[in-house]
């Protein structure tokens, strides 16, 4: 394989560090798509999604600290899935923190202190701020959440959870769960 | 949840900078039972021991850019599981490349310069060095590869390979697939 001629996997996180928000969110919904697109395997889907978040991320120099997947393992159980970042909680119920309540009512929560939310499940004593959206099927069956930490207050904002949740319905549309 | 008195998760990854390559290792190892102790789903389990790898490498200064696993999909193909790093290739042939090589031939490979090693399926132009080593059933089944990518050539040698197998037989012991 000669390097000079082939894109390599690797060069779809190759993120401008000199774009806005939305161009670059744009950018990492449409490499999700190519990637996704002769691949229904969610686990191979959701790593490199993962990966696309968190470089996504880092070259608009948001100082996320985890960013990744619980997926539904019971109706009640979310069990973590692939992400980028330090070793996380493996279980978490459905209602019981950001991740629990994005889970059970079905909607995104933006969280600029997450030591100010009720019942926060603490996998990191660095993480300030965190937004999580549900990944939610046709059928209205909550599948998972994207999960997102970050080392600042009030990280996230109404253009991140524009995007996460577009992302989370390519996902639906990609993914056999 | 008081900060002050409890251990979180992401503190699995707080490996000494100050220790050699054996103890290090150890300590990733006697990680990954204990976050596994109760939890036998894969997807879980080998997204905690991707990020295991990742820090403990890190904390060695090993300038990995890549550490997860591809896990058999068909009995000849592997499809991307959980990792840390950038967006890696989604599918390789067993007998293909360093991965499906180990595969196939359910022997560690140990490669000091990518570029020599016939039919390396580069998903990262940067790559210089890989191991691979093959997680392999009771039963003799090959049930995916640990990959490991990095920046510098020749980085492993005898004592990643030992390591590496060991954590292999521990993910055979405590995931079902």
Known sequence: MNNNEQKHHADY???????????????MIMSYQALSADQDNWVCNLSN???????AYKSLNINVNWTGFYLANTPCTLLLGPFQGKV???????????????????????VSDVNKFPGH????????????VPI??????????IDLDCLDFDAFNEIDKEYLEKLAS????????
């Not at 603490?122 to 999580?132: F, H, L, M």
């Not at 939610?136 to 959440?145: D, I, P, R």
């Open 49 to 55: 999604a993962s990966s696309l978040i968190w470089h």
């Open 88 to 110: 996380a909680c493996q279980e978490i119920q459905f209602g019981k923190g950001v991740c629990g309540t994005a889970a059970s009512a079905q909607q995104t929560q933006v």
């Open 170 to 177: 390519e996902i639906v549309k990609s993914c056999r769960f």
């Open 13 to 27: 996180v190759s993120f401008s560090t000199n774009a806005d928000k939305k161009d670059t969110f744009d950018m």
């Open 121 to 132: 499940i603490a996998c990191d004593g660095e993480t300030k701020s965190e937004i999580v």
């Open 136 to 145: 939610v099927s046709a059928e209205g069956k909550t599948l998972g959440v």
